[in-house]
């Protein structure tokens, strides 16, 4: 039973340019959030997808944005990249968008380095 | 804004002895409070979780409770193991539309043989 999945593990980029990170969610999961993290703080909320629709979104720019696909899979793209955007971003799988059953699983992230 | 207060930032103890981290959070509305665990370069991993019409929640060595009216709740870890090491967060799920989490600072326990 596969947990959730994101890819690349690792990333380098050169400020200003572009990035895409995916996540795949557990099995029969619907909703997608991402959290960027850096080091030494908690999880920031950045998305929320369910059903393959915006259902939230954190305080960061229009640089930021996401969208999830027919399967539940997700794509986080960053543009014109700033080393304050080096971090660990997480993907958090859960079954429904609110309510029960939100609990929330998350992938290994994906560290992202901006040089 | 809403956020999630916690402490200590670091809790150092000997192994078999118990460990409580403690968290505030702002949001009122909040339904949901779950905690995770990291270890060191790992995913954040959900260890326990309590919903607000819940006072106090345990599972084996772990257990959580909940103070609705004072906005607090608590992680309690007994007889602590090398392996309880890693950094804890606490987090509320906000009371809106989403399943937004809002995560507390961490705390580095380190449990010491």
């Known amino acids: 039973d596969a947990g959730v999945t994101q890819s690349p593990t690792h990333l380098i980029k050169t400020r200003g340019q572009q990035v895409t990170l995916r996540c795949s969610p557990i099995?029969?999961?619907?909703?997608v959030s991402w959290y960027q993290q850096v080091l030494g703080q908690g999880p920031q909320f950045i998305f929320q997808?369910?059903?393959?629709?915006?259902?939230g979104r954190g305080n960061f720019p229009d640089r930021f944005s996401a969208r999830q696909f027919p399967n539940y899979s997700s794509e986080l793209n960053v543009n014109a990249l700033l080393l304050g955007d080096s971090a660990l971003y997480l993907c958090?799988?859960?079954?429904?968008?609110?309510?029960?059953?939100?609990?929330?699983?998350f992938g290994q992230g994906t560290r992202l380095t901006v040089v | 804004g809403e956020n999630v207060e916690q402490h200590p930032s670091t809790l150092s103890v000997q192994e078999g002895d118990s460990a409580v981290i403690k968290c505030t959070y702002s949001?009122?509305?909040?339904?949901?409070f779950p905690w995770y665990k990291q270890e060191l370069g790992k995913r954040p991993q959900l260890i326990i979780d309590?919903?607000?019409?819940?006072g106090e929640k345990k599972d084996q060595r772990i257990a959580v409770t909940l103070n609705k009216t004072a906005k607090h709740f608590s992680l309690h870890i007994t007889e602590t193991q090398p392996e309880d090491s890693a950094v804890y967060f606490c987090?509320?799920?906000?009371?809106?539309?989403?399943?937004?989490?809002?995560f507390g600072t961490g705390t580095l326990l380190a449990v010491q043989p």
């Open positions: 958090a799988s859960s079954k429904t968008g609110v309510g029960r059953n939100t609990e929330a699983f």
């Open positions: 099995s029969g999961h619907k909703s």
């Open positions: 997808y369910y059903e393959k629709e915006e259902r």
């Open positions: 949001d009122s509305a909040s339904n949901y």
């Open positions: 309590i919903r607000s019409n819940v």
């Open positions: 987090a509320s799920r906000d009371g809106g539309a989403t399943n937004k989490l809002i």
